[in-house]
Each structure stands twice: as C-alpha cells, then as structure tokens.
C-alpha cells in the first residue's frame, strides 16, 4: 500500500493573463488553469470527486503557493521537485494551507475558508477532473 505525505509548498512565480492563470514550477515547466476565475463568496464548497488546487499569491499577484488538497498520485519528490505543496486530510478535518486560508474535508466535498484580514493577495481554487476545469477567486 503506498502512503502519501505531506509537502510545504515553495514560492512559485504566477502569471495572471487572458484566458486563465499560469503557475511556474520550478523545474521550470507551466501549469495554465483555463478561464478566468468567477468570483465566489467564502467559504466555498468543491463539487464533489474533482482534483482540489488552492493558489494563494502574494499582494503583487506575481508569486504564490500551490497546493493540492487530498492528491495521492503524485509521488512526493515529484511535487517537491516541482514546488507545489499537498495536504492529506481526513474526513472532517479542518487544516490550514496558508495564514488565513482554511480547507477542510466533508464526506467528498471540501471547503475552502477565507479570512480576508490575514490574506493580503488572492486566493483561486481550482477544481478538475477529466471532463471538465472551473475556476474560483474567493472573496471575504
């Protein structure tokens, strides 16, 4: 049985363009989220079974933190390698990723709390599977 740990992300350059938003691993390689994120009031609750990504950037909204919430496919060299960070949560549990930013696992949902006052740049969840991407700026 393979296990999955946990990884603190790094400090990932982010590009916010036409048509989505870029994150720069930094074994130099790019992930393009497609569309521009709707705006969501927080908390906000994932849709159930989609791949949970979480980018928090700076106030320049230059450079930010990647995290995949509950992954357990990609090797854990593989996302340090790269930057991103992962955090394994079990059900209920409620787990901070960044000062301000809360995710928190219900039955196969999970939600993403922000707290305005301690995040200084932006927050975007993403949600994919193979059919479909969305996109979500939340807002205080």
Known sequence: MTTFSEVAPATLPV???DGGVVVEYLDDREVFYHGVPDPESTPHMTAPGKD???LVTDESETSGVLFYVDERTTE???LESSGVGRV???KNETRTLFAGVEATRNDLR???DVDGDLVDG???VFEEDQ???HAYE???
């Open 15 to 17: 590009r916010l363009v």
């Open 52 to 54: 949970i990504h979480v």
């Open 122 to 124: 932006r927050v975007f």
């Open 76 to 78: 854990g060299d593989i």
């Open 138 to 140: 939340l807002t205080a």
């Open 110 to 112: 999970y939600e993403i």
């Open 88 to 90: 394994i949560l079990d």
């Open 131 to 133: 059919f479909a991407e």
